[in-house]
């Protein structure tokens, strides 16, 4: 039986350092996800995506997997690390939610999904599965997302500035015809006085925003507040001096971005290369 390792290592991010173990489990086996699951009896696609960082899993394939790597406790300790954290991310993202519904100003960076205030019910239902929501609480989540969407209606309706990734873009749903309404959402939302819309294409290289997406928060006290987040978690960061560098990486994407009438037609271009629906 190998030693049990240290539940500390490589990645300081517990659901990033549980995805990495994983990986490197199996790697050292030479086994495919495909092979993992034939032998496990689950899904090999759910391994993909614990390994992905997408889903956490439950405990009863975490001890599963434990017990066929030889590793007694160490993966679900990790997991367990892993869901203390993502408890800890709840919190941070409730505290950001309060905030957003009494900001001034909203501006946001989308490095690779839309943000939620501009999805639609199956785009939103889409993103979260992928995540690894499902049935009741999947459903629950949708509806939350959906009705943070009010946020932009009405006369008194913040400004919201949003830069999109040509990567956001170039992700379809899998639904064609849900897409389709997406991008139709998509350029309605840019229509409205409030709303100001980039993108930022692929063209443009390298810049200072490629590692997260982020939202920035005017507050009615005057302050900025930021929250960035990535594949594992989010943070929100009030601090004036960190808030105000993440302004300045944004202000550059800015100018490096197409304007929002450019923008607008490239999201047009984008719905004429949508398939048709095959006529009956």
């Known amino acids: 039986m190998p030693t049990r390792r240290a539940v500390t290592g490589r990645s300081r991010e517990p659901r990033a350092r549980f995805a990495e173990e994983l990986r490197s489990l199996r790697t050292r086996r030479g086994e495919s996800l495909r092979q993992l699951g034939e032998r496990l009896g689950w899904d090999w696609s759910l391994f993909g995506k614990m390994e992905n960082g997408e889903t956490l899993g439950g405990p ?9 790597y030889g590793t007694p406790g160490l993966l679900l300790a990790l997991w367990e690390l892993a ?50 929501l499902k049935g009741p609480e999947l459903e629950q989540q949708v509806q939350a997302r959906m009705g ?50 980039h993108v930022m294409p692929f063209s443009a290289g390298l810049h200072g925003m490629m590692g997260a997406a982020g939202m920035f928060l005017r507050l009615p006290e005057g302050r900025t507040v930021a929250y960035t987040e990535n594949g594992y978690r989010g943070e929100l960061i009030e601090e004036t001096g960190p808030v105000e560098g993440l302004q300045r990486a944004y202000d550059a994407v800015r100018d490096l971005a197409l304007s929002p009438s450019a923008s607008r037609k490239f999201v047009l271009r984008m719905l004429e290369e949508v398939p048709c629906e095959p006529s009956t």
């Open 148 to 197: 943070r969407r009010t946020l932009l209606d009405g006369d008194d309706a913040p400004p919201f500035r949003t830069i999109l990734s040509e990567a956001v873009l170039r992700t379809p749903l899998r639904d064609a015809a849900a897409w389709r309404e997406q991008l139709e959402y998509l350029g309605e939302m840019a229509d409205r006085g409030n709303v100001t819309l």
């Open 60 to 68: 009863e394939v975490v001890e599963a997997l434990d017990q066929y």
């Open 83 to 132: 869901i203390n954290d993502q408890t800890q991310f709840r919190e941070r993202y409730r505290r950001y939610m309060a905030l957003e519904a009494t900001a001034t100003s909203l501006w946001h960076f989308a490095v690779s999904v839309l943000p939620g205030l501009l999805q639609t019910p199956a785009y939103a239902r889409e993103v979260l599965a992928a995540g690894g």
